[in-house]
């Protein structure tokens, strides 16, 4: 497979600042990874995000074959080799997100299969559709039943989320007040779920926003040609592996060294055995960006910030 990429009517070369949402959503497509942005209205964090077709490789011809058919059977036509990237409204419908009707349509999450579903401010969808993400996000596919008929349709598809910290928007952020009442906090990340947040591997939030260097798109590029050929030679992207032993098989490449730092980190926090899983996916994968056969103490280390939660313990 030839890793090629194709350019958009966006630019994120001319977005200022916001290295870290550039750099986290670059490792994201990197690993087909689930991303969670979390910042303050007005942030840019949705301008960013929307330049993500940007970065992502065209797809292979045999995936352009899926999504070709996909596309016709949902009425519509997917002339070019872009990954494709959906962006329902905040108003769709569970037959909309996840398909059916008379006909039994695709929904958004298989004109999403095998590129990017972005749910922008995402706590505004209803819960129900975000409830029902956690499966296809497990198994892949969606399974379709009406008047005794059952379909089956593919959708792999990698979640981006981007939503304000709480309903005002100030929490958690410098010098500004949060006057959310502690309740419509919880309601508000109620909302997602834990079981859907732990699908997420990958957390940005604006208060991290500085710490990294500007990356162009062409040295991000770069970056993300090299990890999609060492996951293809491995034979399956870090963010869709659901087998054990592959899994296993990743986290061996852990160092003796970065397994110790992620030791003293399992200890402090209460983390679930699938967000420790999260992490180890998103540090393979930058390990992957570089071409390194081993998860260093480097690929730990920005692993384990992409999982900043400071502005988040309400989770
Ligand atoms: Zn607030």
Redesign the pocket.
């Known amino acids: 497979m030839k890793i090629e990429f194709s350019e958009i009517d966006r630019d994120l070369d001319k977005i200022e600042g916001m290295n870290g949402l550039k750099y986290a959503m670059a490792v994201a497509v990197a690993g087909r990874l689930n991303l969670l942005a979390v910042g303050k209205p007005g942030c840019g964090k949705t301008l960013v995000l929307q330049c993500m077709p940007q970065l992502l490789p065209n797809l292979s011809d045999e995936e352009k074959v899926t999504t070709d058919r996909l596309y016709s059977l949902a009425g519509m036509n997917y002339k070019d080799n872009h990954r494709p990237f959906r962006m329902p409204h905040q108003t769709c419908t569970i037959e909309g997100a996840c398909g059916g009707g008379a006909n039994c349509h695709p929904g958004e999450i298989s004109l999403a299969h095998n590129g990017v579903l972005f749910l922008d401010e995402a706590a505004e969808f209803r819960s129900s559709v975000l409830q029902m993400l956690r499966v296809p996000l497990e198994t892949h596919q969606i399974t379709l039943s009406r008047a005794g008929r059952t379909t089956v349709y593919p959708a792999r598809f990698q979640l981006v989320m981007a939503t304000n910290p ?6 958690g952020v410098k010098d500004r007040i ?3 009442s502690a309740r419509s ?1 919880e309601q508000y990340w109620n909302k997602f779920s834990a079981p859907l947040l732990d699908r997420v591997h990958i957390m940005w939030n604006n208060e991290d926003a500085d710490f990294y260097p500007n990356l162009t798109v062409k040295e991000l590029r770069g970056l993300i040609k090299t990890a999609y050929e060492m996951q293809i030679e491995r034979g399956e992207f870090n963010g869709n592996l659901t087998d054990p032993s592959k899994y296993e098989k990743i986290a061996s490449t852990l160092s003796e060294s970065a397994k110790k730092i992620l030791d003293v980190e399992i200890n402090h926090n209460n983390w679930s055995s699938r967000r420790i899983q999260n992490i180890v996916k998103t540090a393979r994968t930058i390990a992957d960006m570089h071409g390194w056969s081993e998860i260093n103490d480097f690929a730990i280390n920005d692993a384990l910030n992409l999982r900043t939660e400071s502005a988040l313990d309400v989770l």
Do not use: A, Q, R, T
């Open positions: 709480c309903p005002c928007g100030n929490y949060c006057l959310c906090l």
